[in-house]
């Protein structure tokens, strides 16, 4: 297995919260052309639910609604092994009680040869991290309204 993750790009992980319980799947096909085109690779796919008295279930991948709208099975067999019971009662300490959650964990496969050739180059990644697309919108907000106060009409 050490050698295989010599060859893996960087991993991650994200949440993702369906309030009220509502996953549409509106996004599953773009995850699926993410995947076909070898940009990511599922490790770990699974849901939670988190009901109004705080009780984390774990959701099986399939239709989970029941109505055959959202099919779910063409990420059946997406566990690497990864995600423990710790992992998911974490990702439920971020959900809201009476909601789901998508908890996925992929490589990006994009950056592979990146990774690779740094590792060969006696490189390792010493920190990572993401910026919320709200953080950068403020961000940029305050910005624009910084520049727009210095300044004085000809």
Same mark, same amino acid.
């Given at each position: 297995?050490?050698?295989?993750? /010599?060859?893996?790009?960087?991993?991650?992980?994200?949440?993702?919260?369906?309030?009220?319980?509502?996953?549409?799947?509106?996004?599953?096909?773009?995850?699926?052309?993410? %995947?076909?085109?070898?940009?990511?690779?599922?490790?770990?796919?699974?849901?939670?639910?988190?009901?109004?008295?705080?009780?984390?279930?774990?959701?099986?991948?399939?239709?989970?609604?029941?109505?055959?709208?959202?099919?779910?099975?063409?990420? /059946?067999?997406?566990?690497?092994?990864?995600?423990?019971?710790?992992?998911?009662?974490?990702?439920?300490?971020?959900?809201?009680?009476?909601?789901?959650?998508? %908890? $996925?964990?992929?490589?990006?496969?994009?950056?592979?040869? $990146?990774?690779?050739?740094?590792?060969?180059?006696?490189?390792?990644?010493?920190?990572?991290?993401?910026?919320? %697309?709200?953080?950068?919108?403020?961000? $940029?907000?305050?910005?624009?309204?910084?520049?727009?106060?210095?300044?004085?009409?000809?």
């Amino acid at each position: 297995m050490s050698d295989d993750v /010599e060859e893996m790009g960087p991993v991650d992980y994200l949440v993702v919260e369906f309030p009220g319980n509502r996953m549409t799947g509106e996004g599953l096909p773009l995850l699926v052309d993410l %995947v076909d085109r070898k940009i990511i690779r599922i490790l770990d796919l699974l849901f939670v639910r988190k009901d109004a008295d705080g009780t984390v279930t774990a959701l099986e991948l399939a239709d989970l609604d029941g109505d055959g709208t959202l099919d779910l099975t063409v990420f /059946e067999g997406a566990s690497s092994g990864l995600l423990g019971r710790d992992d998911v009662e974490e990702a439920a300490a971020a959900v809201e009680p009476g909601n789901s959650a998508a %908890v $996925l964990v992929y490589e990006n496969t994009w950056a592979a040869p $990146l990774a690779r050739a740094m590792r060969r180059g006696g490189a390792q990644l010493v920190a990572g991290g993401r910026i919320p %697309v709200q953080a950068l919108l403020s961000a $940029l907000d305050e910005v624009e309204g910084a520049s727009g106060r210095g300044t004085t009409a000809a």
